[in-house]
């Protein structure tokens, strides 16, 4: 990583195209039907990316570690980063492999994705720490399960070695595909996770919650892990466990612009948690930041189509509700 003497951040994780597909009926229907949607979208895609890019716009020097193939799609990713100041010389290139690509249909609030993983689960621990030698200030890792079998079995070390110099550490796991949910391995990253950021589904697997279990439990399971969590719940907000504080926050009021497409907007939430900790914000003032930049990244369609800089999204962030929770019971406005 030689583009900038010291990064605020470092991301590892999936680097590729989302062709995002918008429109109220975007079911496709086999027998060589063809159907008219509203809109189609070729655009920065994959959790890491899709950070790297909301971070860079708040303001963070920030890097990118994953592995793609020499193609087309792999040419458009390193374009696009380069165009929004992320450092992607870290970014493999494997050429006997295919960059992936994702295919998002959106509607009504909701997604269905289907992605061809291409070279994305190859990054290895050996990758990381040559792009540690820029000394980041902070270190995520997102879509953990895809990276599950390269990356997993010494992410645990790179985590310790990483707080051991100073660097905090943060993961967002993504949804399991396998349905294995982590076992020791990950048990053992998050010894080692300063903050874990799932979606609510995702706590709720992580947390080995289910039956009339809800948030509360999973926050409550994931935080004896010694780490702080904090859980994106979607139209309700997120909620973040920091020890014995609990904070509930909400979305923004004043929003311009009608919702589009929820796509990437957790990973826009996730840049705005960080960049308020590397900031200087305590977590509950971090959570409003990540509600704010997530929630505008709904205005367009794909992660990063909806563009927030720093001082919009902290004067957004003002109009964010947050408030302590108690640690007993159910958390009020959770699903």
């Keep these: 990583m030689s583009r900038y003497r010291r990064l605020d951040l470092l991301i590892v994780g999936d680097c590729n195209p989302d062709v995002v597909v918008v429109g109220g009926d975007v079911e496709p229907a086999f027998g060589q039907q063809e159907k008219l949607v509203d809109g189609i979208s070729l655009v920065i895609g994959g959790s890491a990316s899709i950070m790297a890019v909301a971070a860079a716009r708040l303001g963070l020097r920030v890097g990118l570690v994953a592995a793609m193939g020499a193609d087309a799609a792999g040419e458009f990713m390193l374009a696009r980063l380069a165009a929004e100041g992320v450092d992607a010389s870290a970014v493999v290139i494997r050429p006997d492999l295919a960059t992936a690509m994702t295919v998002v249909l959106s509607r009504d609030g909701d997604r269905a994705i289907l992605t061809a993983l291409g070279a994305m689960p190859t990054v290895t621990a050996a990758d ?85 279990g809800d948030v509360s439990d999973a926050l409550r399971s994931l935080a004896a892990a010694g780490s702080r969590v904090v859980v994106k719940l979607g139209s309700q907000g997120a909620v973040a466990a920091d020890g014995a504080s609990w904070y509930l926050a909400g979305l923004p009021a004043g929003l311009e612009g009608g919702f589009i ?75």
Aim: with cysteine.
């Design 128 to 212: 990381v720490r040559a792009a540690l030698a820029a000394r980041p200030r902070h270190l995520h890792v997102s879509s953990y399960f895809l990276l599950e079998r390269s990356l997993g079995p010494e992410l645990a070390e790179l985590f310790a070695a990483a707080r051991s110099a100073g660097i905090t550490t943060s993961l967002d796991t993504n949804w399991d595909p396998a349905q294995g949910w982590g076992g020791e391995q990950l048990r053992a990253v998050l010894a080692e996770t300063d903050l874990l950021m799932p979606n609510e589904a995702e706590a709720l697997k992580l947390g080995g919650v289910s039956g009339a």
């Design 261 to 335: 497409d929820a796509t990437g907007a957790g990973d826009c939430f996730n840049a705005g948690v960080v960049a308020g900790l590397l900031r200087g914000l305590d977590l509950a003032a971090a959570l409003a930041l990540g509600c704010a930049v997530g929630s505008a990244s709904t205005r367009a369609a794909g992660g990063t189509g909806a563009r927030t800089g720093l001082e919009v999204a902290l004067a957004l962030a003002r109009s964010v509700p947050v408030s302590p929770v108690p640690l007993g019971g159910p958390l009020a406005g959770s699903r």
